[in-house]
C-alpha cells in the first residue's frame, strides 16, 4: 500500500477534485484516455504516490477504469453526486511584496500609432520588433492535413452559417486542453473570438463605459493601450516587475485614489514584454482583492503554453470561484498565425459576452475552427509545443548572448523563462526612439519602450524578438545595433 504524506494527501485530493469536475461537466466525456500516471506528475508536478492516490480515488467513485496496459479511461456508466467530492485545500496565504514606486495615471494619446506607422511605411530587413515566432516553428504540414480532411468531410459547413460561441469540437478541445493548466471550463463557457484582441475589447466593453478607468501593469502589451483608446477608457499604469508581475500594494494605492476604476488586466504569466510569471501566491491574493473591491480581472493567457519551466503554469482564472475573471486567450502566438483564432470565457459576464460578440462581428467562420478543432484531437498539440518552446529557447539563448556581446557593457536585459521577447534596458541617457529611427534607416524594425505606456517612462528600453532562427541577417542585425549604440547622438 502507497503512504502518503499530509502534503501528498492535500495534493492528491486537489487532483482528484480537479479531474471529478472535468468528468462531470463533460469536458472528459465518457471514454475519454485519461493522462498517463507519469503525464500527472509531469502536468500537475506531484510525486507518483499522488499521481496514483488520485486515480484510484476516482475509480473508487467509478468515474475511471483501468484498462490493461492501456491506462485509466472515463468510465461510461454515470458520474458520482456532488456530495462525494472530496474538498479542496485552504489556499496559501499570499507573499508579502517588496515596496514599489506609487502608481502614476496617464491618459492615452497616439504614441503607439505613431511608431507603427514609421515602422509600416519603412522597407524593413529584419523585423525584431513583432512578437511572433517564423512560419517554420508552426506545424503547417499537419495543419494542412486537418484542413483537407475537414473540408472532405464538412464541406456543407461552407454554405451554412457558422454556430453561435463557435465550433463544438473546438470548445471540447480547449476545454480539454484547459486541464492540463488546472482550469475547468465546460465546452459551452467558450467563446471563440477573432484572435486575442478581440476578447480583450469585448471583456474591456463588457464591464467599463467610456471615461471609466482600469488599472493595466507598466509596462504593458500596446495593444492593450490602442484597444483603451479606441473605447474611450483612460489607463490607470501600476509598477510591476520583470520577476513577481503586478505590484499589488501599488494597485491598492491607487485604487484608493482614483474614482471611476472598474477592472484590471493583467498577463500574469509570460508577461509582455517583461515575461514575468506571477508566482501563485501572488494571483491568489489579487483575485482576492478584485473580489472585495468588485473589480472585473481581466487576464490575457496568450503565452503561458511557452512556458519552459518545469509543470506548468495556472492563469489566475484557475482559482476563480467567484467568475471575477474573464480569461481572453488565442491560438496567434503558438499554433496559427494566419487563422486569427482566439477564444474567452466570462465568468459572471459570460450572457453579457456572448451578446457582445454576436453584435460586433458574429461567428468565426466553421473551417479554421474545424481544422483546429482536428489537429488537437489527433494529439498533435502536445508535440508541436515540445519542439517549438526547445526551438524557442535556444533562439533566445543565441539572441541573449549576442545582445550581451554587442551592446553597450552598462545595457542590461530580463531573460524569461519562456516567450517570444527579451526586455533590454540600455545605458543611461539613450532613447530607444532614437535607436528605433536610426534602426529604422538601416531596415532593422525594433519595439521601442516608448511603445509599451502612455508616459516616457521606457525610453531607454526594447522588446527584442526571439522568434526569428538566428540566422546571419539577424546576427547582423545585432551588430549594427552596437554600432549604432556608439555616437552620442542617440543620448538625451
Not at 471540447?172 to 473570438?193: K, Y
Not at 496559427?336 to 482566439?342: E, I, K, N, Q, T
Request: contains cysteine.
Amino acid at each position: 500500500m502507497t503512504t502518503l504524506t499530509t502534503e501528498d494527501s492535500r495534493l492528491y485530493v486537489r487532483l482528484a477534485t480537479h479531474y471529478r469536475q472535468a468528468i462531470r461537466q463533460g469536458t472528459l466525456p465518457p471514454g475519454a484516455r485519461m493522462p498517463s500516471v507519469r503525464g500527472l506528475m509531469d502536468l500537475h508536478q506531484v510525486s507518483m504516490s499522488t499521481a496514483l492516490q488520485a486515480c484510484r480515488w476516482l475509480e473508487s467513485q467509478g468515474l475511471l477504469e483501468a484498462r490493461a496496459r492501456a491506462g485509466y479511461f472515463v468510465a461510461e456508466a454515470g458520474r458520482a453526486p456532488p456530495s462525494q467530492a472530496p474538498r479542496l485545500a485552504p489556499a496559501h496565504e499570499p507573499a508579502a511584496a517588496a515596496p514599489v514606486d506609487a502608481a502614476r495615471y496617464v491618459g492615452v494619446h497616439q504614441k503607439v500609432s505613431s511608431v507603427l506607422e514609421r515602422a509600416l511605411r519603412a522597407q524593413v530587413r529584419v523585423n525584431l520588433s513583432g512578437a511572433q515566432a517564423a512560419p517554420e516553428l508552426y506545424p503547417l504540414e499537419r495543419l494542412r492535413q486537418s484542413s483537407q480532411r475537414v473540408l472532405r468531410q464538412h464541406a456543407i459547413r461552407l454554405v451554412t452559417p457558422p454556430p453561435p460561441g463557435g465550433e463544438p469540437a473546438l470548445r471540447s478541445a480547449l476545454a480539454r486542453q484547459a486541464l492540463e493548466h488546472q482550469l475547468n471550463l465546460r465546452a459551452d463557457e467558450i467563446v471563440i473570438t477573432h484572435g486575442c484582441t478581440e476578447s480583450l475589447t469585448l471583456a474591456l466593453r463588457a464591464v467599463t463605459q467610456p471615461g471609466d478607468v482600469v488599472a493595466v501593469e507598466s509596462p504593458t502589451y500596446y495593444g492593450l493601450l490602442q484597444i483603451l483608446e479606441s473605447l474611450s477608457l483612460q489607463a490607470l499604469e501600476i509598477p510591476t516587475s520583470p520577476h513577481t508581475g503586478i505590484s499589488l500594494p501599488a494597485l491598492q494605492e491607487a485604487a484608493a485614489r482614483t474614482p471611476g476604476l472598474k477592472a484590471v488586466a493583467v498577463i500574469p504569466n509570460l508577461q509582455n514584454p517583461l515575461g514575468a510569471v506571477m508566482p501563485d501566491a501572488a494571483k491568489q491574493a489579487l483575485l482576492t482583492w478584485c473580489e472585495t473591491q468588485d473589480l472585473a480581472l481581466i487576464e490575457d493567457d496568450t503565452y503561458t503554453a511557452l512556458y519552459e519551466g518545469p509543470g506548468t503554469l495556472r492563469p489566475i482564472k484557475s482559482f476563480d470561484r467567484s467568475g471575477q475573471v474573464i480569461l481572453c486567450s488565442s491560438l496567434h502566438k503558438v499554433l496559427a498565425p494566419g487563422m486569427r483564432l482566439g477564444w474567452m470565457t466570462g465568468g459572471r459576464w459570460q450572457q453579457r459576452l456572448e451578446m457582445l460578440k454576436y453584435s460586433q462581428s458574429r461567428p468565426n467562420e466553421a473551417m479554421a475552427q474545424l481544422a483546429v478543432a482536428d489537429f488537437f484531437n489527433a494529439g498533435h498539440m502536445a508535440r508541436h509545443l515540445r519542439g517549438m518552446r526547445a526551438r524557442l529557447a535556444q533562439q533566445r539563448e543565441q539572441m541573449a548572448e549576442a545582445l550581451a556581446r554587442h551592446l553597450p557593457r552598462e545595457s542590461r536585459m530580463s531573460v524569461p523563462s519562456g516567450g517570444l521577447n527579451l526586455w533590454v534596458e540600455l545605458p543611461e541617457g539613450c532613447s530607444s526612439e532614437a535607436l528605433f529611427e536610426a534602426a529604422l534607416a538601416q531596415g532593422i524594425r525594433l519595439a521601442p519602450g516608448a511603445m509599451f505606456s502612455n508616459s516616457m517612462r521606457y525610453d531607454r528600453f526594447l522588446r527584442i524578438n526571439c522568434g526569428l532562427p538566428f540566422d546571419e541577417p539577424v546576427r547582423e542585425a545585432v551588430l549594427c545595433l552596437g554600432r549604432l549604440l556608439q555616437p552620442k547622438s542617440l543620448y538625451l
